[in-house]
């Protein structure tokens, strides 16, 4: 299954600010995933990117606060934008499997504090 | 968006117990996968189920998919110290979304 490099691990951020968050995939893949997991909570699909189009967003996500960028079949980065303590969260990229396996490799995750 | 229920939240058991949760589904799934997320750590796939009905083991876990393909169930047999995580299952669109369930907590006292 791909392996996906995503980075920062953790970040402590101030209101008001941005922060970008990157994944790298070993193999090319058509789409990648954005998650965001709120404390304790399950994962929520954030968006959808595929290269060359723009990302589709799932209700109640939008790209002025979210945008994503693909610029390539492994390579997404999510920026998360104007920041507020409530977007404290983790936040994963995600890509589906091989066709033999059809589970999802997630990265590591980003996990975000706002201050 | 979908909307897919698990229960329990939370399940404590005693190293050696079996422990089961439920995934319940208010629509009809093509596909139901099962996701284990270790404290601090991201999902991993265990395992995907398709048919109606249709039920895989993996050592000491049972996956089941309902026959009328809306709940699912995680069976895990004499649970070790090593399974404690959470627990999520998930289903995959047409679009090749994948949507979560809210997840069991899974705690093992030695």
């Known amino acids: 299954s791909a392996v996906i490099s995503q980075k920062p691990s953790r970040d402590i951020c101030q209101r008001g600010t941005s922060l970008t968050i990157q994944c790298q995939v070993d193999s090319q893949v058509t789409m990648m995933f954005w998650y965001r997991q709120q404390p304790g909570q399950s994962l929520t699909l954030i968006a959808t990117a595929n290269q060359g189009s723009e990302a589709t967003y799932e209700s109640g996500f939008v790209i002025d606060k979210f945008p994503i960028s693909r610029p390539n079949l492994t390579f997404s980065t999510l920026t998360v934008s104007n920041m507020s303590p409530e977007d404290s969260s983790i936040y994963l990229c995600?890509?589906?499997?091989?066709?033999?396996?059809?589970?999802?490799?997630f990265g590591s995750g980003t996990r975000l504090t706002v201050v | 968006g979908q909307q897919v229920m698990q229960i329990p939240q939370y399940q404590h058991v005693q190293e050696g117990e079996d422990f089961t949760t439920y995934c319940n589904s208010s629509t009809t799934l093509s596909n139901i996968q099962w996701y284990k997320q270790r404290p601090g750590g991201h999902p991993v796939f265990l395992i995907q189920?398709?048919?109606?009905?249709e039920v895989k083991k993996q050592k000491r876990l049972t996956f089941q998919f309902g026959e009328a393909k809306k709940n699912s169930s995680l069976h895990i047999t004499a649970t070790q110290t090593t399974d404690v995580g959470t627990y999520f299952c998930a289903s995959r669109t047409g679009a090749n979304n994948l949507f979560f369930g809210t997840g069991t907590r899974l705690t093992v006292i030695p």
């Open positions: 995600s890509v589906l499997g091989h066709l033999s396996n059809y589970g999802y490799t």
């Open positions: 189920l398709v048919k109606s009905g």
